[in-house]
Nanobody, 116 residues
């Protein structure tokens, strides 16, 4: 079955960096686009970034453009999100996600907290 497991979250200072990882299994990872989304405390789910199956195209929310970089390793079945110049408003639970067939799949999330 499809499984997505995020890691790499934690506490960072404003202006700092974190790198999130998502280990994928149970499907042909290299055939599907992958995304990151986040949910801040008391707020709805926010799409963050998407990468094509072959990594040829990437898309970002305006709120993270120029600070976050999405990437993938189709040999290791891994998805990444490099987050630089972090801001307190980046504090959220971060999820990786994909759509396989008619179904959406999400990981359990990894918490990112940006605070001094």
């Amino acid at each position: 079955q499809v499984q997505l497991v995020e890691s790499g979250g934690g506490l960072a200072q404003p202006g700092g960096s974190l790198r999130l990882s998502c280990a994928a299994s149970g499907f042909t990872f290299s055939s599907y686009a992958m995304s990151w989304a986040r949910q801040a405390p008391g707020k709805g789910l926010e799409w963050v970034s998407t990468i094509y199956s072959d990594g040829s195209e990437t898309y970002y929310a305006e709120s993270v453009k120029g600070r976050f970089t999405i990437s993938r390793d189709n040999v290791k079945n891994m998805l990444y999100l490099q987050m630089n110049s972090l801001k307190p408003e980046d504090t959220a639970l971060y999820y990786c996600a994909t759509e396989v067939g008619d179904d959406d799949y999400w990981g359990q999330g990894t918490q990112v907290t940006v605070s001094s």
